[in-house]
């Protein structure tokens, strides 16, 4: 079976800091995709970055990027830069190689609650 | 392009009812997926369809049932309603089987009193 863990359910930061989100991750597959995604209260998840285990170098969109470390299977999320707008939950995500069989089935972390203050 | 979207937004149902639950998909998309968010325990893979056809389903008794028409839209059903079954119900289309993109509706709130 595949888990993921998020560690910390609350975090808080300043505007303008810096903020790291944890994620760890079980699985024995060699080649698989994770997944951070946003969801604000408007409900609607959010693709934020997206890492596939195969490259090396760490994924960045723009004030997001991430800590791929797949000897330790520990895929961390930096927000640079923090704004009011990235008040949001924040879910780890895992899905094996899609194929016939599994498709696209995200296994998600339970989520970091987010909070970014004035 | 209209994004994938959920009807009805809230649904409220006595327990031992059946609720059903709809979702379009991004148009051009095959696949439908079908998430479970309850309070405390995250988001739970439930079902998805392909080209028609359940393709594969989470840990979820078969009362949670559902299936894809011909236009891609999915309808999610679930059965004999109990309590524990309130939660955020979201739905997400991909582009095709396999496909490592997934784009989600803005779910369907469903309360069991």
């Known amino acids: 079976a595949q888990t993921v863990t998020q560690s910390q359910p609350e975090m808080s930061v300043q505007e303008a800091e810096t903020v790291t989100l944890s994620c760890t991750y079980d699985?024995?597959?060699?080649?698989?995709?994770l997944f951070w995604y946003k969801q604000p209260p408007s409900r609607q998840m959010i693709l934020v970055i997206r890492?596939?285990?195969?490259?090396?170098q760490n994924a960045t969109e723009n004030r997001f990027s991430v800590n791929f470390q797949k000897a330790a299977k520990s895929f961390s999320l930096k927000i640079s830069d923090s704004q009011l707008g990235d008040t949001a939950m924040y879910f780890c995500?895992?899905?094996?190689?899609?194929?016939?069989?599994?498709?696209?089935?995200?296994?998600f972390g339970k989520g970091t609650s987010l909070l970014v203050t004035p | 392009e209209a994004g994938v979207t959920q009807s009805p937004t809230h649904l409220i149902k006595t327990r031992g009812q059946q609720a059903t639950l709809r979702c379009s998909p991004i148009?051009?998309?095959?696949?439908v997926y079908w998430y479970q968010q309850a309070l405390g325990l995250g988001l739970q893979f439930l079902l998805w369809?392909?080209?028609?056809?359940?393709?594969n389903r989470g840990n979820f008794p078969p009362r949670f049932s559902g299936r894809q028409f011909p236009n891609y839209s999915s309808e999610l059903n679930v059965n004999a309603l109990e309590l524990e079954d309130s939660a955020l119900y979201l739905c997400?289309?991909?582009?095709?089987?396999?496909?490592?993109?997934?784009?989600f509706g803005q779910g369907t709130r469903l309360t069991v009193v």
């Open positions: 997400a289309s991909s582009p095709y089987r396999g496909g490592t993109e997934a784009f």
């Open positions: 699985t024995s597959e060699n080649n698989y995709y």
């Open positions: 890492q596939e285990a195969y490259k090396q």
């Open positions: 995500a895992f899905i094996p190689p899609p194929n016939s069989n599994s498709g696209y089935a995200l296994n």
């Open positions: 148009s051009g998309h095959t696949s």
């Open positions: 369809y392909d080209e028609g056809e359940e393709r």
